[in-house]
């Protein structure tokens, strides 16, 4: 089965041919991110005129860069929330017309869900050599995951633990109560005069810091030590102002953004390790765009491997976590439930949990 998936809930405009949920045949996004940056974030208004010009020369380059035409699709799959308003519109009107005028099925798809289905998806063989490529067959990496699983759902305005005890069979266990990890990156890293995206920014500066990690504990970690599965970012925002505000001489740069990403990675696993400890689920999954950060990657498997877990640990590759279709494609055929274009609407205040 092949899905035309179509995404536009923020800045980007994406569309993507997914087969049969795994087989990424073609996967174009066109960023807006550049004009964001002179901005320091994005412009809900701008971003959506942008997306109304990009989005069907994106379709097309994805139907031809799949060769797909719309004979061969099976189903169109959008974005229908959360997200900016006028940016889903663009998706979801987009989507609409194809779904009349092909006489196609279209699949409403819940974009923080969809993230996890980046877990699902398979590379295209010509991105590895044949040596590689056997060898990940060997070692069984073509599999998908093993519910139940647990899974981190970590963006730009979002953080989410749920369990997974199958496809469309979700349960929240807890989240953000403020900023999401994806926000608190953004704020501090605009605190510290970089650019803009922020979690990047604060990753590749942090690289450049010579002090060892087990050293960075200048900020808090907030909620850590309390029985629960939910998280805090503001307390950390303000703790960088106030540092920032107080010394803005006396530490490096490098230094600030290392204890930055540190106090953040440090609450993700701690708490997502204690749900792994109490639910014991077969497989942990990271998804969004927090999950490209390598300092988070590096954590969770030291972690598992301290506290010895016999877990099947998944992180997609830095391009599918980040905002794409082809895990609104995947998403749309392991809970496939087709509607009526007539029935189609936006959902901008989606929770991970919410009906599409």
Known sequence: ???????????????????NGTKILSNIVATSAEMHAKTGGVIPEQAARQQVLSIIPVINESLVASRQSPTTIDAIAVTV????????????????TLARLWKKPIVPVNHLVAHIYANWLSQPPTTQPAEATLQALLAGNHQPPTFPALALVVSGGHTDLVLMAGHGNLEWIGGTRDDAAGEAFDKCARLLGLPYPGGPSIAKTAMECQISNDKLQMFP?????????????????????????????????????????????????????????KFKPKSLLLAGGVAANQRLTEKFKFGIGHLAFDIDFRVPPPKLCTDNAAYIASYAFYNYSPSLWQEIDTRPELTIVGQV
């Open 1 to 19: 089965m092949k899905i035309l998936g179509i995404e536009t809930s923020c800045d980007e405009t994406a569309a993507a041919v997914v087969e």
């Open 81 to 96: 929330g959360p997200g900016l308003i006028g940016s889903l519109l663009v998706g979801t009107e987009t989507a609409r």
């Open 221 to 277: 970690r907030p909620m850590i030590g309390e029985k629960n599965f939910d998280w805090s970012f503001s307390g950390l925002k303000t703790a960088v102002l106030r540092e920032v505000s107080h010394r803005p001489l006396t530490i490096s740069h490098s230094r600030l953004a290392a204890e930055v990403q540190e106090a953040i990675v440090d609450v993700l696993v701690e708490k997502t390790l204690r749900a792994v400890n």
